[in-house]
T-cell receptor, first 112, second 109 residues
Framework: EAQVTQNPRYLITVTGKKLTVTCSQNMNHEYMSWYRQDPGLGLRQIYYSMNVEVTDKGDVPEGYKVSRKEKRNFPLILESPSPNQTSLYFC???????????FGQGTRLTVV | RKEVEQDPGPFNVPEGATVAFNCTYSNSASQSFFWYRQDCRKEPKLLMSVYSSGNEDGRFTAQLNRASQYISLLIRDSKLSDSATYLCVVIGSARQLTFGSGTQLTVLP
């Protein structure tokens, strides 16, 4: 079954404690991206990757890092989380030819 | 100016009504267009692609106007189950997906 898997689904952490949200897709897609969604602001892109070892900033990259060492994985790293990073996060992947995006189920992060 | 703009709504319509959403985009080189549906706190899911000639899927019709740089979604005979947030997605020449902020629809009994 084609899918994008994010983990964890829910996370409560404290300010400054490094965390990683994993994202994995089984569709051999070139394109992967991370979004955060906040009330009234819609989906905002954090980082995206066009292929292995190719990553680029989206609209709101501050405070986040990503890596794309393998095609299937695109982890999101918060080196020093702050309360303003409390949000709902989605990972998505897409074939560059097809365009249709598949989303993970989301990670609800709370930073206290 | 945002690359992709949508009226956030909310749109509250009675069952059976026809409702239309628009989405404007700023990059004239944009190549592909989609509508996604998002239920509360869940991941967005593809509703339909948008083709230049316009396309229909049951009660849903999508249209693209390249000259005016907007896409539209028309829902006929609204059902309670259509209540959701509708997101337009534009793919640019660099193949990057850009989402609109979404339009919230509530269909009332």
């Amino acid at each position: 079954e084609a899918q994008v898997t994010q983990n964890p689904r829910y996370l409560i952490t404290v300010t400054g404690k490094k965390l990683t949200v994993t994202c994995s897709q089984n569709m051999n897609h070139e394109y992967m991206s991370w979004y955060r969604q906040d009330p009234g602001l819609g989906l905002r892109q954090i980082y995206y990757s066009m292929n292995v070892e190719v990553t680029d900033k989206g609209d709101v990259p501050e405070g986040y890092k990503v890596s794309r060492k393998e095609k299937r994985n695109f982890p999101l790293i918060l080196e020093s989380p702050s309360p303003n990073q409390t949000s709902l996060y989605f990972c998505a992947s897409s074939s560059l030819q097809m365009g249709k995006a598949f989303f993970g189920q989301g990670t609800r992060l709370t930073v206290v | 100016r945002k690359e992709v703009e949508q009226d956030p709504g909310p749109f509250n319509v009675p069952e059976g009504a026809t409702v239309a959403f628009n989405c404007t985009y700023s990059n004239s080189a944009s190549q592909s267009f989609f509508w996604y549906r998002q239920d509360c706190r869940k991941e967005p899911k593809l509703l339909m692609s948008v083709y230049s000639s316009g396309n229909e899927d049951g009660r849903f019709t999508a249209q693209l106007n390249r000259a005016s740089q907007y896409i539209s979604l028309l829902i006929r005979d609204s059902k309670l189950s259509d209540s959701a947030t509708y997101l337009c997605v534009v793919i640019g020449s660099a193949r990057q997906l850009t989402f609109g902020s979404g339009t919230q629809l509530t269909v009332l009994p």
